[in-house]
């Protein structure tokens, strides 16, 4: 595996623990605490961790993304190729036939609503599904922010670490 680091056997296996989902965190706690190192080379060992983890997971990602635009792709195939075949099928005749492999038939789908109406104000309210309501959250931000006493909410702002 191609690492970010050139890590030392500790941080290899540092790593390893970090990135199996089976490690136990107090195990993993353990490990990093076992090691005689001074405070500021444990910081540098979390980031290399951290660096190599988050390269992984963009990997991940990344790929994530290209496999589903694959998966559209042939999606698109399947539907453009069913779409043929059957208008091919309607059009020599041959509704429904076998072959050694498969069986093939052209037959009438459940039927579906088709919405004539263009706003939902022209549909009558016993046709609508009534929903709760949700909360706003940028506006609430906004109006805290901006300076107003709001009795049902109020802003907190807690610290996290920045690696650079």
Known sequence: MATLYELSGEYLELLEMAEDPETDPQAFSDTLESLDWEFEDKADGYAKIIAQMNADSGAIGDEIKRLQARKKSMEGNIDRMKKSLQMAMET??????????????????????????????????????????????????????SGAALPFAHLEQDEGIRIR
């Open 92 to 145: 020599t005749g041959k509704r429904k036939f076998k072959t050694s492999l498969f069986s093939f038939g052209i037959q009438k789908n459940p039927p579906r609503v088709v919405m004539d109406a263009e706003n939902l104000t022209d549909i009558p309210i016993d046709y609508l599904v009534p929903q709760d309501p949700t909360v706003d959250k940028k506006k609430i931000m906004a109006e805290l922010k």
